[in-house]
């Protein structure tokens, strides 16, 4: 079993920025694919961010370019910074991990950011 642990989710003011930081820990050592989706009301989950054991990343093209998507393989933690975030920025954020191709996908629990004056 894997365990997803997220925080740093909350409300914001258009503009302003947030970390999200998510913690696996389980039956894996290493995970070779971890990242963020999200899903606004009414609307599908989608693909935020991604990032590879070996750094390669890759990015929804709403949020280039004020997004950035870190992880510290040391503690299978991955990182997403939100910068000038937006009102359609508002989501609840699933951090997920994969150990392998072969592996399934694991899901955290989500976090609420919510950008609004």
């Known amino acids: 079993q894997v365990q997803l642990v997220e925080s740093g989710g909350g409300l914001v003011q258009p503009g302003g920025s947030l970390r999200l930081s998510c913690a696996a820990s389980?039956?894996?050592?290493?995970?070779?694919?971890m990242g963020w989706h999200r899903q606004a009301p009414g609307k599908q989950r989608e693909l935020v961010a991604g990032?590879?054991?070996?750094?390669?990343?890759n990015y929804a093209d709403s949020v280039k370019g004020r997004f950035t998507i870190s992880r510290d393989n040391g503690k299978n933690t991955v990182y997403l910074q939100m910068n000038s975030l937006k009102p359609e920025d508002t989501a609840v954020y699933y951090c997920?991990?994969?150990?392998?191709?072969?592996?399934?996908?694991?899901w955290g629990q989500g976090t609420q950011v919510t950008v609004s004056s």
């Open positions: 997920y991990a994969r150990p392998g191709p072969g592996n399934r996908v694991y």
């Open positions: 389980g039956s894996f050592l290493t995970f070779n694919v």
């Open positions: 990032i590879f054991s070996d750094g390669t990343t």
